[in-house]
C-alpha cells in the first residue's frame, strides 16, 4: 500500500532540526505573549483597572427642583412643574464641527430655532464643560419628544432630559417680586455664592429668586451608573437624591396682594403700591401696573414677550414701580415737611400761620389746590384740610433756618431718594432735590438755574424735582406712626422645609432710629386721622362707612408738560395704634383724592378682611 | 517501547489503539476553559437566555470530541489516495459558500446547515493539510526542484486566494502557513524559503502600499485598517483602534488573579466579539496573569504534543500532516492572542478550541483526531515491530 518514498525509518538529522527550529519559534513566541502579559497585566494593572472603571462609570446630574415660594399664609406663590428639555450630551455628538452644524441645522428645524443661535449657545459650553450636557431648548412638547425618541440614530448626542420649570400659578399678581431663574451664566461662574453650581445650573437670575438663591437652590442629585459600551445603563451604582430647595415664605398676603394689583387696574392702569407691617417690616403686598405673567420666563423667552414686557409704549411691564418708580409724591410729602419743621423747631403743633390761599416766593406765585384759603391753622388742621401755604411757609422758613437743610435732613432720614434696603435687588434709590445738586447740576450747565427757596418750597408739598416711590413712602410714614423707627422692608419671613416646618427664621435687619419726640408725631398722626375722617378732611368722604379708623394723606403730584397729576394715597391704619401702612400711587390718576385714596380703601378692606359688598349694600359708602 | 510480548500481544487482543494522553488533556483542557470563559462572557447577551452561546458550545465540543475519537481509529494514510477528492472537496466548499453563502457582517464565510453555520474555510484549513500532504509526498523525489515548491505554494494559494476573497483574511493567512510548514518539514530548500519571504514581503508592500496608491484596492478598507491599527491603536480610538483599546484594557485590569465576576470590559460588551476572536481578552480580565498562564501553558502543551507526534510518526505523510496541523494550531494561537495583546493585526482569527463557533471547535477536534489517529498508528507500528 504505502509508496516506497512514504518510508522513512527514523528521525533524519535534518527533521531534527526542522522541528527544533519550530518548537524554537514557538518558544520566542510564547516568551513574547508572557512578556507582554507581564507588562500588561501585572507592571499595568492599575492604570488598565483606571481605565476599564473610567470606560463604565458615568455620572448623571439629577436637576434638584427648586424650593416653592409661598405667601405669609402658606399659599402658594411660585412652584414647579416638570417639563421635558432637548438636551445634547457631548458623548453622543459628532466629532467635528461641520457635522455637528448639519446635526444643528436639522435639529433647528425640529425645534423652530435658527441653527447659528443653536451653535452660538451649544459651542462654548461644549468648549468649557466637555463632559456635561447642555440645553438646547426648554419645556418642548410631548409629540416633539416622541419625534426625537423615534429618530434617535438622525439626532445623535440630542437627548430629552426632565427637567424642572417654574410655574407662577397666579400669573400677574406677584409678578414684579419673584424675578427669574435661569442658567447660571460664564459671567457669574466665578462669584463665590455660586461655588457649588455647575454651569448649566439653574438659579435665581432677578427677585426674590436671586435674593434668597442659596435658600431656594436645591442641591442636585447624581447618579452614578454602570454603562455599558453602547451608554445604556446597566445598573445603578450609587444615587445621591436631589435635595429640592427650602420653602420660602414670603410675608406677602396674596389676598391684599391681588387687592392692590386689582385696585391699580381699575385706575389708569399704571401704578404702584406697597403694603408694609409698620412694627417689624414685614411687606404684606408690593405690587406694580402694568404687570406681566412670569411663566413667559420660566423657559426660554420668547423675544417677542421680552419685547413686550419691555416695551415703553405698553408701560414698560417689566418695571417694579413700587421700588423703582421715581414719582414726585404730592401732599404725602407733607408728613416729612411737618417732621423736619416740627424736629428742628420751626414750629410747634400749635404754631398758627395764615393760609392766605397763596404765597409769592422770588416773584413766583405758589396757590392752594383750587385756590382756596383755609385761613388761620396749625399743623393738625393743615394737614387734614392739606393746606399747602402752610407747608409752602414751612419749606420758605426751613430754607433759612440753621443750614437751610432741614427738609433734606429729616427726608432723607425718614428714607426719602434713598434704597430702602428692601430685600429685592434693583431698587432705585430716587431723587431728593438738594442746593447741592441742583447747584452741580446748574454748574455742568445741565439745568437752567441754581437752587432757590422755590425749590425748597415745592419740595415741602412733594412737588418739583423729588423722586420718590412707594415703598420709600411706606417707610417713612411706618417711621411716624412706630416711634422713629425706619425700617427696612422685607418681603421673606422665613425659610421651611417641604412640609412648611421652619428651617430659619429670617431675622428683621435693625431699624435705623430716629428722635422724634411723640408729642410731634402724635399730632402728625391726628392731621393725618383728621385728613380721612374730620370734616373737610381730603379723604374723609372716600373712607365714610369704612369700618377701620384710618390715618391717611392724600397727594397730587402736578408733572408738567400737560400730563394728567400723580395721584397718590399713603394710609396707617388702625388709628390711632396702627398697625399697618398703605401707600398707593397712579401715574396719571388725578387728585389722590379721587384715584389713590380710593385704591387704599381696598387694600385696607383687604388687610382687615372687610367685606366691602355688605357695606355697599348697606349704602355708607360714596366711592 | 520496552514493553513485554505478553502485555504487547495483550494491547493486540483488545484493539485498543492507544491515545497520546497529553494532547488529550491539553485539548480537554482548553474547552473546559473555553466553556467557562463562553458562559460568563455571554450570560447578559442574549436577553432570557444566559446559557444560549454556553448550551451550543458545549454542544459543538460534545461532537467535536467524539468526531476525534472516531477520526483517531481511523487509518490517516487512506487519505493519501484520496487527495484529489479531499482538495476538490474543500474548493467545492468554498465555492460553495461563495455561491450559496449567506452574508454574515457583510462577509459571504458560512453556510446555513440546521444548527450551525457551517463555515468552508475552517473546515478548508484540514482538508489542504491532508491534500497537500499527499501532494508533496507525491513529489519527495524533485523536492529540491524550484518548480515543485511553487507548484505546492499555488495549490495552496489557490483556496486561499478564495477564502481571502470571502473575504476571510485570516483564514486565508493559516492556508499559506500551512503549506509552507508542510513544505519545510519535508525538507525544502532554504533558498526556497528565502525566495517565498522576499515574494511574502514584496505582496504586503503591494496589498498595504503600492495597489492603494495606484487606486486598485486589493483589500477592503476596514480590513487594512485593522491590520494596521495595532501599530497605533490610539491614534483612531473610535474605530479600529477600538477594539485593540478595549482588549489592552480588558486584559490589562485582569491584574495578576483576575476581576472574576467584576470584569466589566466584558460584561458591559465594551470589549466587541469577547466570545470568539477576543476570547483570550476574557480570560484575561476574568482570570487575569494567572488564568492566561495556564491557557497559555496547555497550548505550549498541545503544540509540545503536535511536534512530537511529528517526530514519531510512522511515515512521511504523517509528519507532513503533523506539520501542517501544527503550524495551523501555533500560526491561529499565536496571531489570536498576539492581536489581544497589541502586538499582531486584526486578521479574524479564531483561538483554536477556546473560540466560540462550532466550524473551528468541530475542525480543531477533527484536526486533532488525525493527530492521534497519527500517533496511534506510530505506536502501532513501533509496538509491532518491538521497538
Keep these: 500500500m504505502y509508496l516506497d518514498n512514504d518510508r522513512r525509518p527514523t528521525l533524519t538529522p535534518q527533521l531534527a532540526v526542522r522541528v527544533a527550529l519550530i518548537g524554537g519559534i514557538a518558544l520566542v513566541a510564547f516568551a513574547a505573549i508572557f512578556f507582554r502579559l507581564w507588562y500588561l497585566q501585572v507592571l499595568s494593572g492599575d492604570r488598565y483597572l483606571a481605565e476599564a472603571n473610567d470606560n463604565r462609570v458615568r455620572e448623571i446630574k439629577v436637576q434638584a427642583p427648586r424650593g416653592e415660594i409661598v405667601d405669609r399664609n402658606g399659599r402658594t406663590l411660585v412652584d414647579n412643574r416638570a417639563g421635558m428639555a432637548v438636551e445634547l450630551t457631548p458623548d453622543g455628538l459628532p466629532k467635528t464641527l461641520p457635522e455637528r452644524r448639519e446635526l444643528y441645522a436639522r435639529l433647528g428645524e425640529l425645534l423652530a430655532m435658527r441653527p447659528k443661535a443653536i451653535e452660538r449657545d451649544v459651542e462654548p459650553e461644549l468648549k468649557a464643560l466637555p463632559y456635561s450636557s447642555v ?36 400669573r400677574e399678581t406677584g409678578a414684579h417680586l419673584f424675578g427669574t431663574v435661569g442658567e447660571l451664566n460664564e459671567r457669574q461662574k466665578n462669584d463665590p ?109 420668547k423675544k417677542r414677550d421680552l419685547d413686550r414686557v419691555y416695551s415703553d409704549d405698553l408701560g414698560s411691564p417689566i418695571t417694579n414701580r413700587a421700588i423703582q418708580g421715581g414719582y414726585p409724591t404730592g401732599s404725602t410729602f407733607k408728613l416729612v415737611t411737618a417732621t423736619a419743621a416740627l424736629e428742628s423747631g420751626i414750629i410747634t403743633p400749635d404754631t398758627p400761620l395764615v393760609d392766605t390761599g397763596s404765597l409769592t416766593v422770588g416773584g413766583i406765585p405758589f396757590s392752594n389746590a383750587g385756590g382756596v384759603s383755609h385761613g388761620v391753622l396749625a399743623l393738625r388742621q393743615a394737614l387734614t384740610v392739606s393746606s399747602d401755604v402752610f407747608f409752602y411757609r414751612l419749606g420758605l422758613q426751613a430754607n433759612s433756618t440753621g443750614d437751610g437743610l432741614a427738609l433734606q435732613h429729616w427726608a432723607r432720614r425718614l428714607g426719602i431718594g434713598r434704597s430702602t434696603g428692601i430685600d429685592l435687588p434693583n431698587e432705585l434709590p430716587g431723587l431728593l432735590p438738594t442746593p447741592k445738586w441742583r447747584n452741580r447740576l446748574f454748574e455742568a450747565g445741565d439745568t437752567d438755574r441754581p437752587w432757590s427757596e422755590g425749590d425748597n418750597v415745592n419740595l415741602s408739598v412733594g412737588q418739583g424735582d423729588l423722586k420718590a416711590d412707594p415703598m420709600q413712602m411706606a417707610v417713612a410714614y ?92 399713603v394710609a396707617l391704619a388702625p388709628y390711632p395704634d396702627p398697625k399697618y401702612v398703605v401707600a398707593v400711587t397712579d401715574e396719571a390718576g388725578g387728585f389722590g383724592a379721587a384715584t389713590a385714596a380710593p385704591m387704599a380703601r381696598r387694600i385696607l378692606a383687604a388687610l382687615f378682611g372687610v367685606d366691602e359688598d355688605a357695606l355697599v349694600s348697606g349704602g355708607a359708602s360714596q366711592d | 517501547m520496552n514493553a513485554t510480548p505478553v502485555a504487547h500481544f495483550r494491547d493486540r487482543g483488545v484493539r485498543v489503539l492507544p491515545i497520546d494522553p497529553l494532547l488529550l488533556v491539553a485539548a480537554l483542557g482548553l474547552v473546559a476553559v473555553s466553556l467557562y470563559t463562553v458562559a460568563t462572557a455571554t450570560q447578559d447577551d442574549i436577553p432570557g437566555d444566559p446559557n444560549y452561546y454556553l448550551t451550543r458550545q458545549a454542544g459543538y465540543a460534545g461532537v467535536g470530541i467524539i468526531l476525534m475519537l472516531l477520526i483517531s481509529r481511523f487509518d490517516y494514510s487512506r487519505m493519501r489516495e484520496w487527495k484529489m477528492g479531499v482538495y476538490g472537496l474543500m474548493i467545492a466548499a468554498i465555492l460553495l459558500v461563495y455561491a450559496l453563502g449567506f452574508s454574515a457582517r457583510g462577509s459571504k464565510r458560512a453556510i446555513e446547515l440546521g444548527v450551525i453555520n457551517f463555515q468552508a474555510s475552517e473546515l478548508g484549513k484540514l482538508l489542504l493539510v491532508l491534500s497537500l500532504s499527499a501532494f508533496v509526498v507525491d513529489r519527495m523525489r524533485r523536492l529540491g526542484d524550484r518548480e515543485t515548491t511553487s507548484r505546492i505554494m499555488l495549490v495552496a494559494l489557490f483556496p486561499a486566494m478564495l477564502v481571502i476573497g470571502q473575504p476571510d483574511l485570516g483564514s486565508g493567512l493559516v492556508y499559506l502557513a500551512i503549506a509552507v510548514a508542510v513544505l519545510f518539514v519535508a525538507g525544502t530548500r532554504w533558498t526556497h524559503f528565502a525566495a517565498l519571504g522576499a515574494i511574502g514581503v514584496l505582496a504586503v508592500v503591494i496589498v498595504l502600499l503600492a495597489a492603494p496608491a495606484m487606486g486598485v484596492e486589493v483589500l477592503k478598507p476596514y480590513q487594512v485598517d485593522r491590520l494596521t491599527a495595532f501599530l497605533n491603536p490610539s491614534d483612531d480610538p473610535g474605530a479600529e483602534g477600538y477594539q485593540i483599546n478595549q482588549s489592552l484594557t480588558a486584559i490589562g485590569s485582569g491584574g495578576k488573579t483576575g476581576r472574576g465576576d467584576d470584569a466589566t470590559q466584558t460584561r458591559l460588551d465594551f470589549l466587541p466579539e469577547h466570545h470568539t476572536d477576543f476570547i483570550f481578552s476574557v480570560v484575561g480580565e476574568e482570570l487575569g496573569f494567572v488564568g492566561a498562564a495556564i491557557v497559555l501553558s496547555l497550548f505550549a502543551l498541545l503544540i509540545w504534543r503536535a511536534l512530537r507526534i511529528l517526530t514519531m510518526s510512522k511515515n512521511l505523510y504523517g509528519a507532513l500532516i503533523a506539520g501542517g496541523i501544527t503550524a495551523m494550531l501555533m500560526f491561529q494561537v499565536f496571531v489570536n492572542v498576539g492581536m489581544t495583546i497589541g502586538i499582531m493585526p486584526i486578521t479574524g482569527v479564531p483561538l483554536p478550541l477556546m473560540s466560540y463557533g462550532g466550524s473551528s471547535v468541530l475542525v480543531t477536534f477533527m484536526a486533532l483526531g488525525v493527530m492521534q489517529s497519527i500517533y496511534a498508528r506510530a505506536r502501532e507500528t513501533a509496538s509491532v515491530k518491538g521497538l
Design chain 1, 135 to 170: 440645553t438646547v431648548k426648554e419645556d418642548v412638547d410631548a409629540p416633539l419628544v416622541w419625534y426625537l425618541l423615534e429618530h434617535q440614530d438622525e439626532f445623535p448626542g440630542v437627548e430629552p432630559e426632565r427637567v424642572f420649570l417654574r410655574e407662577y400659578p397666579h
Design chain 1, 193 to 301: 455664592r455660586y461655588r457649588d453650581v455647575e454651569l448649566g445650573d439653574r438659579i435665581g437670575q432677578s427677585g426674590i429668586e436671586l435674593e434668597y438663591d442659596r435658600f431656594l437652590r436645591g442641591r442636585n442629585g447624581a447618579s452614578r451608573v454602570q454603562v455599558d459600551a453602547l451608554g445604556n445603563l446597566n445598573r445603578r451604582l450609587k444615587f445621591r437624591d436631589p435635595r429640592q430647595g427650602s420653602q420660602l415664605r414670603l410675608s406677602v398676603d396674596l389676598d391684599v396682594q391681588e387687592a392692590g394689583q386689582e385696585a391699580l387696574q381699575g385706575g389708569t392702569g399704571k401704578g404702584a403700591f406697597a403694603v408694609m407691617d409698620v412694627n417689624t417690616g414685614e411687606v404684606l403686598g408690593l405690587g406694580s401696573e402694568p404687570s406681566f405673567d412670569p411663566n413667559i420666563f420660566a423657559k426660554t423667552v
Design chain 1, 478 to 569: 411706618a417711621a411716624i406712626a412706630n416711634g422713629g423707627r425706619v425700617l427696612r422692608p422685607r418681603l421673606g419671613q422665613r425659610i421651611e422645609d417641604a412640609s412648611g416646618r421652619v428651617v430659619q427664621q429670617l431675622e428683621a435687619p435693625t431699624a435705623r432710629r430716629l428722635e422724634i419726640s411723640a408729642e410731634n408725631s402724635q399730632a402728625i398722626m391726628d392731621g393725618l386721622r383728621g385728613a380721612a375722617s374730620a370734616p373737610g378732611g381730603t379723604s374723609t368722604p372716600v373712607f365714610e362707612g369704612f369700618p377701620i379708623d384710618i390715618a391717611g394723606k392724600t397727594g397730587t403730584a402736578e408733572k408738567g408738560l400737560g400730563r394728567a397729576d400723580q395721584s397718590w394715597y
